[in-house]
Nanobody, 115 residues
Framework: QVQLVESGGGLVQPGGSLRLSCVLS????????MGWYRQAPGKQREWVAR???????NYADTVKGRFTISRDNAKNTLYLQMNSLKPEDTAVYYC?????????WGQGTQVTVSS
């Protein structure tokens, strides 16, 4: 059974930083391109960033230069380092395979950027 568990969210002031983590179980993590997605209140879920197993990365224009995606295949863990956070980054953040999300979504982790 596949399970995705996200963590690391919280409340942060504009300009602050957070590091999110996602652990995949039930599949061989290194077999998959993985991505981060987010869903803001009243909006559809959107793609944020993805990384291949070998570390090739792509970012949505809205986060390019501020967010960094990385992975540790030995730990089955995906990361998202978020710097220079803006109020419009407020959302529930999820991880899944990319570019298509093939597994059921986890519970996500809430990121709130507010002064």
């Amino acid at each position: 059974q596949v399970q995705l568990v996200e963590s690391g969210g919280g409340l942060v002031q504009p300009g602050g930083s957070l590091r999110l983590s996602c652990v995949l179980s039930g599949r061989i993590f290194s077999d998959y391109t993985m991505g981060w997605y987010r869903q803001a209140p009243g909006k559809q879920r959107e793609w944020v960033a993805r990384t291949t197993s070998s570390g090739i990365t792509n970012y949505a224009d809205t986060v390019k230069g501020r967010f960094t995606i990385s992975r540790d295949n030995a730990k089955n863990t995906l990361y998202l380092q978020m710097n220079s956070l803006k109020p419009e980054d407020t959302a529930v953040y999820y991880c899944n395979s990319a570019p298509s999300s093939v597994w059921s979504w986890g519970q996500g982790t809430q990121v709130t950027v507010s002064s």
